[in-house]
C-alpha cells in the first residue's frame, strides 16, 4: 500500500491528487512567466529597500551577462554563494542559473575546512560572498579551483546616503569586515555596472539539467551535493504551492522570511512557491536578533510567517512581539524540525493562526508532507500528508512494506526526489533504490487517516534548529586535536533547539583536556550549530567488537538521566 490520496475527496477541487512536473521546462520559464506577471508587485524587501519583480528580473540579467563574458567559465560549471538573505541573493540566484551555471548555496558560517571542502568537491569555479567572509575566501582559494570573486557589501543596493552609512557601520564601527587581499576580484556593484553594457544570451536549460547543489551531510561524516534539477525544483514548487497556496491570494501575500535562503527549504517556500504567488518576500538578515527582526516585521502587514520550533518559541515569548498587529496572519509554516505541541499552542494564543507542520530533506527539494492549512486538518504531532504526486511507504528492516499503524522506516517516491548525490554514485544507491524509492532515515507509522508521525530516527544524524548534524564528522574533527584518543557525539533533548549535541571523549594516558580547550578548537573547525553544548570526559566509550561506536547506548544513558530528574 502507497499512502498518498487519503484526503483528496473531501477536498478534491482544492488540493490535487497529482500535479503536472512538467508543466514547466525549467525555473526559468517559472521566473519568466511570473516576473512579468507581477512585474510592478514586490517581490524582495530588506533594509527598508524593495525590489519588483521588473527589477529582480533586470538586475538578475545584468548578473548574467557579466557572469558569461567571464574567461574559463563554461556552460554548467559551478559557482558558490555563500550570501545570507539580503537583495543580493536573489538576483546573483537567478543571474547564476540564467547564465547556464550550476548554483553551490553555501553556508556563510562556514569554517575554513568546510568551505574548502565544499568548494573543491562541487569544484567550484567562481564565488560570490559578502565582504564580512571575504577574509575566509581569502585564505581557502589557493586550495581551490576557483578563478573569479565577486564580492558583495550589506549596503549594496540602498540608496547612496544609507549605502554609505550602512557600509562604514558594518567596517568601521562593528568591524564586522577582517582585513583581506583579493587582488583579481570585483564588487558586486561594479559586476552589475559591466553586466548592463556587455551582451546576454538566455539559456534555455532541460528539465534534467542541474540547477542546484544543495550539500547535505552523509553518515560518512562527508558533506554530499543534492544534485536537484530544473525539474525536481519545479514539481516541488507546485506540490508546496497547492499546501501552502490554499486560501491566499495571488499578488497579495507578505511573506516573512527569517530563515536563511542558502538552506532548501527556505529557497524552495521564498524563491519558488511565493514567486508563483507573487508574494511579497521580506528578507530578515539576523534572525538571532530578536529585537531587529521583530522591529523589522512590525513594518508590514505581514500575511505568512515562515520559521522553525527554535524561532517560534523565541517570538513567543517576547513581550513585544505579543503586541504586533496579527490580524492579517493567515498562514504560519514550520519546517526542519519537529513542532513542539506546546510552541503551537502559545503561538495560536498569541497570533490566532495555528503553524503548519511540514516535513522534508534536501534529497527531496525538499518538501515531502504537510499539514494542509484547511479548518480542523492542522495535526500536532504529525508531519501531515504526503504532497500531490508523492508516493510514501513504510518498511521494516527486511524491506518489506508494513501495514497502517506499524512503525518502520519512511520512503517516498516522487518527481522532487534529487538525480542523486554530485558525482558519487555509491552514496546515492545507499539512498535510492533501483525503483526510485528515496530512504529518508527516519521512523514513521502512517495513521488510518493518512497523517504521519515521525517517531524515531534510524540514522544518527542530529537535528539543531533544523540543521543536520553527522556524528561522525563532529568525531573526525575532534580525534585531531592533540590528546584526544577517542570521541562519540550524540544528540540530546533540547527546548530551545530541539537537539544539542553531546560530544564524550576519552583522552590518551597522562593527557589532561578542558572542556575549554577543546571548545575553542572545534570553533575554529567546525561551523556554530555543528559544536558540542555539552561534552563529558569518560574514560571509555561503549563500543561493538569491532570497534564501532555504540551511540544507542550513549543516547539510552542520556534518556535514563532525564527520566531520573
Partial sequence: MYYEGFWQDKYPNVIPNEINADIYTNVLAVFHEFCEKFADKPAFSNMGKTLTYRELDKLSAQFAAYLQNLPNLNKGDRVAVQLPNILQYPIVIFGVIRAGFIVVNTNPMYTLREMEHQFNDADVKAVVCLSTTAHAVQEVLPRTHIK???????GDLLGPIKRFITNLMVHYFKKLVKPYTLPNSITFKEALAI???????EVEPKPNDIAILQYTGGTTGIAKGASLTHRNLVANMMQAKHFMGVGLSEGSEVVISPLPLYHIYSFTIHCMVVMVLGGHNVLITDPRNLVGLIKEVAKYPFTVFVGLNTLFVSLANNETFKHLDFSRLKLSLSGGMALQPATNDLWQKITGCQICEGYG????????AANPPLPDWVKTGCIGLPLPSTQCK???EEGIEVPLGERGE???KGPQVMQGYWQNPEETANVIDADGWLRTGDIALV???GYIQIVDRKKDMILVSGFNVYPNEVEDVAVKLDGVLQAAAIGVPDVKSGEAIKLFIVTKPDVVLSSDEVTAYLKDNLTGYKRPKYIEFRKSIPMTNVGKILRKELRAEELSKLAEK
Avoid: K, R
Fill in 394 to 396: 513504510v518498511i521494516n
Fill in 361 to 368: 530533506m534536501t534529497e527531496a527539494s525538499p518538501v515531502i
Fill in 410 to 412: 519512511l520512503c517516498i
Fill in 447 to 449: 495513521h488510518d487517516n
Fill in 195 to 201: 553586466g548592463s553594457q556587455q551582451p546576454f544570451q
Fill in 148 to 154: 573569479h570573486v565577486i564580492v558583495a557589501e550589506l
